[in-house]
């Protein structure tokens, strides 16, 4: 299980980054379709893949990723 760099900041960076671009394009575009197709992509992402997957870090890693859980927000510790 990695923990440093970036993933002491998000459990999730990469998709951090993709919603990140998507609200980036949102802003040069400048219109309110953008920024909802970005919030309807975080959505799915958490919805679909993340929790599923933390699932599974849950089974794998057990005591050790509640731990991390408990330390680290899913999108953006700030």
């Known amino acids: 299980m990695v923990t440093p760099g970036v993933f002491a900041l998000s459990r999730n960076p990469m998709y951090l980054g993709m919603v990140l671009l998507l609200v980036g394009v949102a802003l040069l575009v400048g219109t309110l379709l953008p920024l909802v197709i970005a919030t309807a992509f975080a959505v799915l992402l958490d919805a679909r ?30």
């Open 49 to 78: 893949f993340i929790q599923a997957w933390e699932r599974v870090l849950a089974d794998a890693f057990g005591v050790d990723w509640r731990a991390y859980r408990n330390r680290v927000r899913r999108w953006l510790y700030l």
